[in-house]
């Protein structure tokens, strides 16, 4: 927005591109500034003083001067202070106000990515973690898609492991008719056979076997397997579709299997497979490793194919069917050893030539006393334990919140969960405070919807044509129009860094911005019809850039509050 628009007329007053402007993290001096001074005085062999006061006096002495700076003045010993002018900002509000995307410029090259997240285990409950892969992810897939370009979401369900043998596992052992088993039975089947297995070596091996014969093609158990694979699924859309995270892929390991010998033989035609103890490797290790790094598993001695396995066969199946530029992981951090080994297989075979692979790790949800965030029982919460425990406590909040419908209850139980998530950077641990979350003041998410129906009452009080004069009447106006214009530097980070917590951040300080600036400003007493007017678009714009961002981290307007 104004960076690019100050930069191009920076160069074309100078004649060239040797001052670049950013951000001043000083904003009581100036609104922009530059640094290279420093860096021109080595290459010129000149003073930084005498490079700087030669600049700015060329861009004070510029024909078209007011309509793009207020001041632009030399400060010792080499730095550049550019306070932009009303004029330039206003152009810019309305320049968002009638474009597209507010005027975001569309990528010169249009990209495929290919996002894998959400990724829970088939019959087993979601709980608070699986939410954190599936809202993260799902905002990283929307940054994208509004920065332009192209996304195919899988969720890569893990329908095909060690999980579904300790399930088949129970139903014989329960003797359970097919039309018996439901999601409760599975969601308690699980559990107890693992802990089964934890204890007796026998039933372990037994579960191990019952998950190698599923993979073979054992009738019985494929009948059972589809059976769980429907009953969970289901259930899994029932929860995603509460988060309003959506896939374009329902794909899981069991799909990547009609892709294993395919990658087998692409390993071998590499000469990369290895027999070690009868299973089948390959050495992944560097010279400069710092840290030990295990072979890649590709086959166990008795025949069994692991999550590697699987992985690497969908990145087979990706490349054929869709040639992406990226292939974006959002797992947990602890997985990432496990998807180095996976990324240097594709590297060394040249299976991923012209594509990034990229581990996009977050941390872990954790409770007041720093540990994973549990139940009173000790265990994780499920998730709709979980929706319904952040109800009640918003609930508890005040009378007046026991008045809302429940369409709007669940817009907000979303807004508390998702800006308390995506509000940290993405690969940190944090602190899951529900109680803190749910209040309507602080970086929540009820002070954002709060905040957007506070300025909505305001503007459906007025009926009035909305233009915008070249006049800014005061700070409060002036700070929250600038940062309005800076609305693409955050998506370009977010876009850039896979972090919706910058997305998040500018949400949260223009909400800030605009309630200053409402509580300073008495917008349907003004007298001045233009000065009404021009607030009015302020407004109008405010809440036109908020509600496109709350859908790019998930968060609907409620009709109330």
Known sequence: MILDILNEKIKEILGNDSIHVIRSNRKELCDYQSDDCFKLAKTLHKSPIEIGEDLVNKINNSNDFDDYFDKVEFVKPGFINITVSSKLINKVLKNMFNEEKFGLKEPDQVKTFVLDYGGPNVAKPLHVGHMRTAIVGESIKRIIKYMGHKTIADVHLGDYGLQIGQVIYGILKDNKNIDDITLDYLEETYPKISALCKDDESVKEECAKITKDLQDGNLEYQKLWKVILEISGNDIKRLYNYLDVSFDLWQGESDSYKYIAKTEEYLNSKNLLKESE????????????????????????????????????????????????????VVDNRQSLHFEQVFRVCEKAGLTPNTKLEFLGYGTVNGMDGKPYKTRSGDAPKLDSLFNEVKEIFLSKREENKEMSDVDLDIIVNAILKFADLQNSRE????????????????????????????NKILESENVALDLSDEIYNETDRNLRLYLTEFSLSLKSAFNEYKPSYVVDYIYNLAVLANNFYQNNYVLNEENALKKRDWLFVLTLTNKVLKELLELIMIKIPTFM
């Open 278 to 329: 009868g299973a089948k490797i390959v050495d992944v290790k560097k010279e400069d490793d710092q840290l030990e790094m295990p072979p890649f598993l590709f086959q166990k001695s008795n025949g069994a194919y692991l999550y590697g396995t699987t992985d690497l066969a969908t990145i087979y199946e990706r490349m054929e069917k869709y040639q992406p530029d990226n292939i974006l992981y």
């Open 428 to 455: 940190r641990d944090y602190i899951f405070d529900l109680n803190k979350f749910s209040n309507v003041v602080g970086k929540t998410g009820p002070y954002i919807l709060y905040t957007y129906l506070r300025i």
